[in-house]
C-alpha cells in the first residue's frame, strides 16, 4: 500500500479469471476477478490493462470476498497514454533541450523555454525565438498527468483490512465475432460437406488470457449509452467444467449463446478462427431459376402496374442456387450464425475450386438455408411481352413468351418464376402452372441437351 495525496493506493493484480462475451455488433461484455490488498478505511483501487475503447459508463465492480465488503464512493476513467506529442503538449511553459550533431562531430544545444508543441517554437535564454530547432528532444521533466496504459480507479471505502477479490464487468467496442462457412459439393451436386468457423476480431486494446470465451447470435438491441451490466450471484469459474474442446449452444432469451468448452486467449490487433461445426454428406438440392421480372419485381412491388413501360428486366438471367435442410435428419439441426457461406467444388483433377459465395441471417434448427451462388453460363433465358390490351381504365390484357436455350450436353430443369400485381388471373396457359404467393406463379422446363423450349401465358390484371 501506498500513499496518494493523502488517501491510500492499491494497485490490483492481473486478472486471475477473464470471461469474454462477444456480439455480433462490435461489442462485448468482459468479466474478469482480480485480487487487490485492502486497508481499512478510505482508498483507492488502480487497475491497469483495461481495453482503451472499454465504455466507461458501463463498469461495474463489487466484492466476492464475505468478509471485506465495500462501498463506492468515486470511479474515473484515465486515458491520457504517453506519447512523444502528448509530453510536448505537456511540456509547454517549461524547459526543453536540443541537441544537433554538425558535420564536424560537434554538438550544438539549444535549451530554453517550449513556447509551442505542435509547430515547435522555444524561446532560448537570451531571448531569442526558435522555430523548429532540429536535433534530438530533451524534456527535462516528465509532465504529470500521464499514464502509460489505460486505467481505472476508484475511490472506495471498507470497514476491514486484507486480501480482496473483485469481480470487474464492463462492456468494451472494437470487438466482434461473425461465422463463416464452406461448402463443398460432391460430383452429382445432391450432396455437400459443410465446415464452419467463427471469425473474432479483436481491436479494443486489451489481450484476454485463457479466457472462458461465449459467443451470442442475434440481433440485440442497444442504446447509445448502455447502463452498466447486471451483477451476478457467483465469481467466474478459473477452469472449464467440461473438457470438450467445441462450442456448446443453448438458447439465451431471444438469442442463441455459443461457448467453448476450453479456454481461449484472444490477443489484441488479432483476428481468431475457431472451428464452430463440421458435417460430411449433407443432402442439398441445386436449382435453376429465371426469374425475367426479378429486377422489376423487386425494384417496384406490388405497387407497379401493368402497362407502364416494363415488361421484363433486360438483365435477367438464369441463376443458380443451392438448397439445404438444417435439420438433424440432414445431419445438421444446430442453430446457424448468420454469416458468409463460400461453396466449392472439385474440378477434373481433384481440386476444389470455388464457385460461388452467399451470405445467411441467423437460422434456426429445422429452416431451409438458401444459397444464390451465380448465373448458368450455358443455360439461356429470354422473355417478351408479345400483346398488350387495356380492357379498361383499370384492366389490362398482356401476353408473356418467355424462351429457354439448354447448351449444355446433360438435360437441365429450369424453375421459371413470373409474378402478378394487385387482382391477377392466368386467362390461359401453354403448360401448367401453380400459385406459389398471392403475387407469384412459377412453370417447370425440363429441356433436354441442344433443345430449346417456348412457353406462353396470358394475364389480366385489374386494379
Request: glycine share 8%.
Amino acid at each position: 500500500m501506498i500513499c496518494f495525496s493523502g488517501i491510500g493506493l492499491a494497485l490490483a493484480s492481473a486478472p486471475k479469471a477473464v470471461e469474454v462475451t462477444i456480439y455480433n455488433n462490435d461489442f462485448g461484455l468482459v468479466k474478469e476477478v482480480r485480487s487487490v490488498r485492502l486497508a481499512s478505511g478510505r482508498q483507492q483501487i488502480r487497475i491497469e490493462d483495461v481495453p482503451s475503447a472499454i465504455d466507461p459508463s458501463s463498469v461495474g465492480i463489487k466484492s466476492l470476498t464475505v468478509s471485506m465488503p465495500i462501498q463506492m464512493l468515486e470511479q474515473n476513467y484515465q486515458y491520457d497514454l504517453i506519447s512523444p506529442e502528448k509530453i510536448l503538449e505537456k511540456s509547454i511553459g517549461k524547459r526543453v533541450k536540443f541537441t544537433q550533431i554538425l558535420n564536424n562531430g560537434q554538438a550544438a544545444v539549444i535549451e530554453g523555454e517550449l513556447l509551442a508543441a505542435g509547430n515547435i517554437v522555444v524561446k532560448t535564454d537570451d531571448g531569442k525565438i526558435v522555430l523548429n530547432p532540429p536535433g534530438t528532444i530533451e524534456v527535462l521533466e516528465m509532465p504529470e498527468g500521464l499514464i502509460s496504459k489505460p486505467t481505472l480507479m476508484w475511490e472506495l471505502e471498507t470497514q476491514n483490512e486484507g486480501a480482496c477479490d473483485l469481480e470487474l464487468a464492463y462492456l468494451t467496442n472494437a470487438i466482434t465475432w461473425s461465422a463463416d462457412y464452406v461448402l463443398t459439393l460432391n460430383a452429382a451436386d445432391t450432396s455437400a460437406d459443410l465446415n464452419g468457423w467463427v471469425t473474432i476480431n479483436n481491436r479494443c486494446g486489451a489481450a484476454f488470457n485463457d479466457a472462458v470465451l461465449k459467443l451470442v447470435a442475434g440481433d440485440v438491441h442497444r442504446v447509445e449509452s448502455p447502463g452498466p451490466p447486471p451483477a451476478e450471484s457467483g465469481a467466474l469459474k478459473d477452469k472449464m467444467d467440461e473438457k470438450k474442446l467445441g462450442f456448446a449452444e443453448q438458447q439465451l432469451f431471444e438469442y442463441h449463446l455459443y461457448t467453448l468448452q476450453r479456454p481461449a486467449t484472444i490477443r489484441n490487433n488479432e483476428i481468431k478462427q475457431i472451428a464452430l461445426l463440421s458435417a460430411s454428406g449433407v443432402s442439398v438440392k441445386k436449382q435453376l431459376i429465371f426469374e425475367g421480372q426479378g429486377g422489376l419485381w423487386r425494384s417496384y412491388g406490388a405497387g407497379f402496374r401493368p402497362g407502364e413501360g416494363y415488361a421484363t428486366d433486360p438483365n435477367s438471367k438464369v441463376n443458380v442456387v443451392v438448397e439445404l435442410q438444417n435439420s438433424e435428419k440432414n445431419k445438421l439441426g444446430m442453430p446457424l450464425p448468420k454469416g458468409r457461406i463460400r461453396v466449392y467444388k472439385r474440378d477434373g483433377s481433384g481440386q476444389v475450386q470455388m464457385i460461388g459465395e452467399d451470405e445467411i441471417d441467423h437460422t434456426p434448427r429445422e429452416e431451409k438455408i438458401r444459397l444464390y451462388v451465380g448465373d448458368a453460363f450455358d443455360i439461356v433465358g429470354q422473355r417478351k411481352r408479345t400483346a398488350f390490351r387495356k380492357i379498361s381504365s383499370r384492366t389490362v390484357s398482356e401476353t408473356f413468351e418467355i424462351s429457354l436455350r439448354n447448351r449444355k450436353n446433360t438435360a437441365e430443369t429450369v424453375r421459371i418464376v413470373e409474378h402478378g400485381w394487385s387482382e391477377w388471373t392466368v386467362l390461359n396457359a401453354s403448360q401448367p402452372w401453380k400459385k406459389t404467393d398471392s403475387n407469384t406463379f412459377e412453370f417447370t422446363q425440363t429441356l433436354k441437351p441442344g433443345e430449346q423450349k417456348t412457353l406462353t401465358y396470358t394475364i389480366q390484371t385489374r386494379w
